[in-house]
């Protein structure tokens, strides 16, 4: 089935988004409800989301299940599936997995940027890789069916989080270290342990990600995914646009920041370039989903893998991590 | 079907007790989760429940349903169904009603003996009916699918709720007035009101509540149920034990002054009789349920009355009130 699933997505989301969602065909979208909200802070997230579902009936629904890929398909739909980046939800309460899990969070990052509770994030100076805690709560993440997601991790973190896991593992917005040498993208070596045990990397198109940033080209990112494919397999690869539309640039320093410090940190930008990058031309909403599809054709795909790329391996990758054991 | 169901308990859970509604052959159980707890505090009390689903999976498991009813009936094991006695969980917030009926809430009691932000409670002195908040949060309810539970609501309050909810309401766990004039006992007007709209009422075993207390006697309760039925109906009456076994005294006082005074308040008790006085004799715990079958039949019921009075009315409530709209 040529379905089309975005691994991330984190917009100021309105009917207007959510309309574009559909005109760019997207049967699924991972969207982020937290970066550094506690449980409470998280449930308030979900009920915004609620009031969506209840306005907006006939655009989107909430995704439990790889079945509600489907069903998005069959009446026309997007689907919505939960995820954190950040553990913050699950505060110090390994209880709260399960039960945000019934709330249908099917994605946590074990860290954001930072140390968590559970692991280390890429921005630390040591990595001192998966705490007593982290341990655990990967292994309640792999009972329950919410999958460990490592976009915003260490390396060694990531790595470790490969290994112990159960389940297949994902990193669902980042792209090659090699091909474009920015702190959140991922070595050679830790993609490879996520791939080699099933698990997903999802390419980003946040531009401080992207070779030449907001003029990367569609051809330069598709011959980047055709590298990957040829390193990894291309049933490990999709797409996690990492989208942040419409945003004002506070929400962007809430995810920096949170209240972690008093001082503002730039993460990736800088302060003469503090706000949210455009977007590149080929990729500025979800209506340009379809651009995708024609890129990675020119760069070598044949069909089944085009859509495998833009929605088939999600799919099965929920299939397999979205379900209790 | 001939459907066990037990409209109300709040027990010190345990292994011993769910083998005991195994032994009385429970398919289904409403269990109180709380009664002050705020919302943090009642997810905590579903974490709880959580463990023991995970510990013990050959004798329960969570209820969402009326169909988990039949599951259980399958599979030997009692479906466990969340309600809360009070507001208190959804604190001020309207969208928790959603997220705790995702949780599996399904019954939600406006008020807890005293006034709440949604109606008045049985112990007022004075009762203005349901509040504003009320009104929306009742509307909320009907749309998710919570059952309104008026168990220990003022008269007019509970009057109001009935007649302004969509969807048939519940006094879960009382006995009528007329039969033993306690607070807590509802007046035939109150019933009335609840089963003429396709409500329901179970009967309560709670001493306070019972003519003679721990002494009544099976015959004199089923009796009181045979006049109930010639009364409101037979398909409008149920039983909701109100067992609350194995808890120490301090849990009592948690039920009865939470957090609202810091003197003590006996509900329905004394000074002198402050404990939870002893269950009748033929009403010990949950493996003594199949008595009730004796003791209605004795009555004069017929086994498809009996059959209903046990479980099938619960399970045709339950199938009409547990799914959104």
Known sequence: MNYRIDGLQYANWSEKIF?????????????????????????????????????????????FTAADVAKAR??????????????????????????LHRLGLRFMQLTY??????????????????????REVIAEMNRVGMVVDMSHSADRSTIEAAEISSRPIAITHANPYDWHPAKRN???AVIRAVTERGGMLGFSLYPHHLKDGSACTLSDFCEMIARAAERYGVQHLAIGTDLCQDHPDSVVEWMRVGRWTK???????????????????FYKDNRDFPNFATG???????????????????????AEGFEPK
Chains 1, 2 share one sequence.
């Open 113 to 134: 940027n930072n140390q968590s509770l559970l692991a280390t994030g890429c921005y630390e100076a040591e990595d001192a890789g998966i705490t007593r805690m982290g």
């Open 263 to 281: 001082r503002i940190d730039y993460g990736e930008g800088s302060a003469t370039n503090a706000g949210f990058p455009p977007m590149p031309d």
């Open 186 to 188: 991922k070595r050679d």
């Open 74 to 99: 069959e009446t026309g739909r997007t689907a919505i599936f939960f995820g954190a980046q950040n553990p913050s939800p699950i505060e110090d309460d390994i209880g709260l997995v399960e039960v």
């Open 19 to 63: 309309r574009q969602m559909r005109q760019g065909g997207l049967d699924a979208v991972h969207v982020t409800i937290a970066y550094h909200e506690t449980f409470r802070e998280t449930v308030l997230r979900i009920e915004q989301w609620n009031r969506f579902f209840e306005a907006f009936p006939e655009l989107i629904f909430q995704g």
């Open 296 to 318: 990675l054709a020119s760069a070598g795909f044949i069909p089944s893998e085009v859509e495998a790329l833009l929605g088939g391996n999600w799919h099965r990758f929920f």
